[in-house]
Nanobody
Framework: QVQLVESGGGSVQAGGSLRLSCALSGDTYSRYSMGWFRQAPGKEREGIATINGLGVIVYRDVVRGRFTISRDNAKNALHLQMNSLKPEDTAMYYC????????????????????WGQGTQVTVSS
């Protein structure tokens, strides 16, 4: 059974930084494309960054240049370094995993992902 566990959320002032982490257990991590999603109150869940098994990365425009996604296949870990945070980045953040042939999927669409973590809250104050 694949499980994802996020960590690293918290509260920070605008302009600050946070680093989120996600650990996958229960299967071979390198076979999975991984993504970070977020959902603010009253809004739909949106994909903000994804990295596939080959290290191909896509960002949503609103976070490009501020957020950095990375993965460590040796440690089954996914990270999201968030810099220059803004109040509008306040949301529940989720990591997600999709197992596809050779882990090649590159997508910010939530319905492409099968496994989800429980979420970690990020709050940015002005």
């Amino acid at each position: 059974q694949v499980q994802l566990v996020e960590s690293g959320g918290g509260s920070v002032q605008a302009g600050g930084s946070l680093r989120l982490s996600c650990a996958l257990s229960g299967d071979t991590y390198s076979r999975y494309s991984m993504g970070w999603f977020r959902q603010a109150p009253g809004k739909e869940r949106e994909g903000i960054a994804t990295i596939n098994g080959l290290g191909v990365i896509v960002y949503r425009d609103v976070v490009r240049g501020r957020f950095t996604i990375s993965r460590d296949n040796a440690k089954n870990a996914l990270h999201l370094q968030m810099n220059s945070l803004k109040p509008e980045d306040t949301a529940m953040y989720y990591c997600a995993a999709a197992r596809t042939p050779e882990g090649l999927l590159v997508s910010l669409a939530a319905d492409e992902y099968t496994y989800w973590g429980q979420g970690t809250q990020v709050t940015v104050s002005s």
